[in-house]
């Protein structure tokens, strides 16, 4: 590949015909990602972000994690006030080893008080990372489990009671991974990060006219969540992913405030599903579109040995932006609900691998028998009248916004819960249930997606929809200090739709 032809293209400023072997991404495959900054017709380099796997000290795994801010040039032209995890934004990939014993001390150098999550993981709830765990500035936490959890792709992220849309907006989130490198061996599952592994962190963010994140908290966009029109991928527009091999593994995550993806690639091609939120399917589902909510993730494999240049795309029409438009019966949000390229990749120069021709990954446990200790109901609610237009409340669960002192239910350790998840209002909601990975039963009582056929720790939750989820309590009591559960839009999280559990 010619690297001034590459470039040209990428400044879309060719002209006349080019042979399509020599095209790697179209101007109208570029077109689209304009943001405030027009015009960013430019092309990155993709940011593999930095590997963090601690330090063994007497047996432990230990982290040292500083909460920072700095600035970042994330647009072409213009710098960005930004916070990030041991970074000026975002944050280091966090890789752990299953059966560890882990141990996260986490430093706030802010000037704010912040909480820092581990998003999936079942652990005590005084290490969990919630509201409850709030560091103030200047000061250490140290949080310390053992991995129970399956090899799986995480999130850790801000949860500062109120505040966790604007902490994660302006950079506090990564990607955490809990790795079994000889299971991924024997199934032929591309394991080297950065080699044939890969994280790919989804984020949109809107910006001011001097650069700065914009994020307002209007009525407008609590209720659909804080979206913006330039799509970073591991924190940086535009990029091209020059991956070492031809058979790729992509860790997708959709770190986004609000926003839902509808992933294609842009040649329709068929990639392999093998892991949801909490790990390994039982077997790998062909696909060709997969939809990510807030807070999901996605493990797929990506045959690339024709050698062909692909961008990896969102489609419009899913998400909540929709719905505004259906609402408002006019074009408002049409800037924002359009397809978006969010990560070029040219495996023109990469390595030759081998296939992947594994179908059948692991068996998960059979939980269809299972004595269900409690039974609950959810109700994902935003109340649209008075309260909602002019007041701050109106987004509850079961008729009750998020309260610090309240403990909405009580579970018991070593037992198992069946929670059914309602949505009577007009929005999608992802929710999210801290300390497990669950199994969706039924979506409306029919089998749910593929990617939602693993273990899970979030499920959208459409309008109008009932979901069943059946997850086990773990091993951890605590009368004092709880889980949340919640919706992961994190602006309607912010605004109430958030409960408390404890687990005695
Ligand atoms: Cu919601």
Redesign the pocket.
Known sequence: MNRRNFLRQGLGITSGLITAAYVPFTLAETAGQTGISKPNYYLNDFNLPALDEGQTIQGKQVFKLALQQGETRILADKTTKTIGINQDFLAPVLRMKKGQVVRMEVTNNLSETAALHWHGMVLPASEDGGPHQAIQPSKTWVAEWKILNEASTLFYHSHTHNQTGQQVWRGLGGQMQIVDEDQDAELGIPHEYGIDDYPVILMDRAFDESGEFYYSNTRMNKML?MHGDVMLVNGVANSVLKPKKTLVRLRLHNASNARFYDLVFSDNRAFQLIASDGGLLERSYSLRQIRLAPGERAEIIVDLSDRKPITLKTIKGYGNLSMRMGMMGGNSASDLDQDFNLLHIDPSQSERSAAFKTTQLVTLPDWSKVEVAQTRQMN?EMQMGPRMMFGSGG?TINGQAMNMNVINEVAHANTFELWELHNPSM????FHVHNTQFRVLDRNGQAPYPWERGYKDVVTVHKDETIRILFPTGPYRDELIPYMYH???LE??DAG?MGQFTVV
């Open positions: 969540g994902l987004f929005m999608h909601h992802p919706c992961h839009i309607h999280e739709m």
